[in-house]
DNA sequence: GAGTTCCATGCAACCGGTTGCATGTCAAGT
DNA sequence: ACTTGACATGCAACCGGTTGCATGGAACTC
């Protein structure tokens, strides 16, 4: 049967080695204050007896644990995980451990989780967050804080620009002589969301198009599928849908009623993360999730490292990527 | 300008408080071992200055820091997120954080993770793990394991068992007249894969019907999509893949060589996380891994409450979800 | 009213490291 | 030969809690 060994701590290497306590903790840690001879037979006790240094303990003593925490509010929605996964490989560079949080779009579930994390980690990136403004503020008071599509003055942030794709896509669509178009919006406490519609109205009046909006409350198939009867009901020959999972709810829900795309209707998404594996294949915002994941945690690295807070505001451009759910207008 | 707050210490509530370290410590553990009024007045002095009692202290003492790890081969994999939602919301009942680690599908950056985290954790889960028997064991050794997918002896796991969806798989093209299938394998390191393919074996050979299997390396869109020629190669009339991600690139390889879906070709993906969504909509067994989640983390708290290692061995059925890609062969 | 119990609380050691300062040694400087 | 300094190492306090044991007073017993 499985038995679990005990851990081997710095005295009993200390006395294999025959040196004081804090020499281990030299030879682990800044071994050029000690003679090369004594670090090696450190070394050697230490090998030899399988000693591994208690993650905790030192934390306690350094308040530096290692551990960033990053919260996301749907960890299903595909949008996620390639930015979680870079968020890692850059964690990892600097061996740091993430810590996730998944906040299934509820802000209290968020706050608690803020709350459970902060004492373990050394900062927080906080991904689309559903927080209002002055928790998000009270919480950058407590510890490091970096935001992923959330825009707040004072603190860092990494912002997607769908605006700049959104605005392509309102072209593509007046180009292809749509004049009536419809927005899907998304959460309504998304930063996303907001900056999507405001992009789109702005674009839309420039050329002279009618936008309406028709709420799909969440970001998810289902709500995009119940949205189809009103966004059918607008008159509109075209939609915009605020992700590529509510477009994909949009698209079955058309199907559904016979509407066929891009023929009778014409449909965009965003994020652009199943562009390619719908059927007809998508057309959608491209999105920047992975460089948001590395870029927000190597920005928190920075901050933890200089202990400074620099007003960083960085933006990434999107743009559009037209596959087969548009088309000219009838 | 944000500015950081630093932390108040037991020391500090219990000089407030007029009480001695212990005290206030025991207000927040053990409260019954104090008087009421005692524990009111400490509460009160905590909460004037804010007082938080700091996590890794606590664990240095204690040794228990309310922290599971889990570790899965590839996040962005669909169906491993339901699979995280499902752990931490089981592990958040019990006030417990999880560590998430992402290996790429690399038993090397599978060991390093296990190695970081050893240490910050209680007990690990290891999803999918594409670890040798040996490396698990010896991890094991270390520290309170589950597996799920992964079927080693002494070791708590968690199995979904895919056989029981795929005889059923097989039977249903089997009454559909197909006589010649393919299995499109996955990871060759995969004990869901090696299940999976020995399940269609078995039921094959029991029905007169002949198995080629055509290897796909990685579970993904694109080896699925690269595997279709040498699928179409063997004359086969119908195929099973491992995972719908698999399936959902031969989908895609077949449309491009004009084979058409389920008239010319049938096909049955694994896990059922896409299923609704492709074109034409995928024939798949069930997955179960929302529970599978869910029960790893209860049984691995278990066991830390415990302090027992026992031989589980929790294994959840899956069948077979009829939808659009498989007809009658021709 | 003295002896016994029980309960609330304090004392101090401990968890396993880190680190400022003191000490001792040896070589270089004059 | 004596001072000076650099360097390697040890000592002990500290990080912020937890916990076994001791203590003192109140309540209870006879």
Redesign the interface.
Known sequence: ?????KGVTISQVADAAGVARSSVSRAFTRPDMLSPETVTRIMKAAEALGY?P????R??STGR?G?VGLIVPD??N?FF??L??AA?LEADRS?F??????T?ENPKQEDKLVG?????VEGLVLASSRLSDERI?AH????PLVLINRDID??PRVLIDSGSGVRQAVEHLAKLGHRRIVYVSGPSNSWSNKQRRTAIKAAASGLGIVVETVPAVLAS?NSGRNAVSAILATGATAAVAFDDLTA?GVL?GLSEKRVSVPSDFSLIGCDDVLG????PALTSVSNRSTEAGRVAVSLLLDMLQSRA?RDVRYVLETHLVVRNTTTAAR
């Open positions: 049967m499985i038995k679990r060994t591994v208690n993650h905790t303990a934390a306690l644990h551990n960890i299903a595909p995980p390639p979680i996964q890692q061996d451990c993430i810590f996730l949080g998944n299934e459970r994390f902060a004492g373990q503020r950058a008071g407590q510890l004072g603190i198939y994909q079955a390619a594996v719908t059927y807070i």
